[in-house]
C-alpha cells in the first residue's frame, strides 16, 4: 500500500484497495498528453470550468493531475500508470460544504478518485469526488 499525510491541502494520498493486480508501469506510456477535462457533473464554480484544456506529463509511470480544490486553487493529485495502461490516483482531503449551513461551511472529508486507461496514445479516466465528475480525455503527442 502507498500512501502519504500531510496537513496542507490534500490531507492523504494512496493507492490502498485500488490498485490492480498487475505491475506498476516502467517508462512505456511516458511523454506528453494533451487534451479536454470536461465537466459531467456539478457546477463550475465548485468543480472548476466546463471544459480545461489539459497537458499531461507521464514520466517513469506516474503523472499528477491538477486537481482544482477549490476553483482556481489546484493541488496535484499523484496518478500511478500500471503496465496495462490502467491509471489510478485517489486523494483525501478537506474541503467545506457551504450547503450544510446558510452562514458558513462546516468542513468535510472528502475522497477524490482518478480511474482510467491509456490505450494506443489515448487517455482517458474520470475523476470523481463530492460534488463533481469530470472526463479527461488527451492524446499522446
Known sequence: MLTACGLALAGCVGFAGTTPSVPAAGSQFDGSYV???????GVAFLCG???LPESIEVKNGQFAYPFEVNPPRVTPLP???FADGTLVGQMQYGTLLEEDS???GFPRIDWL???????GGALDA???NIRCVRRLMAQRK
Open 35 to 41: 487534451g479536454q477535462d470536461i465537466l459531467l457533473s
Open 49 to 51: 470550468a466546463a471544459n
Open 79 to 81: 496518478v500511478q500508470v
Open 102 to 104: 446558510p452562514w458558513f
Open 113 to 119: 478518485t482518478l480511474r482510467g486507461r491509456i490505450t
Open 126 to 128: 474520470t475523476i470523481t
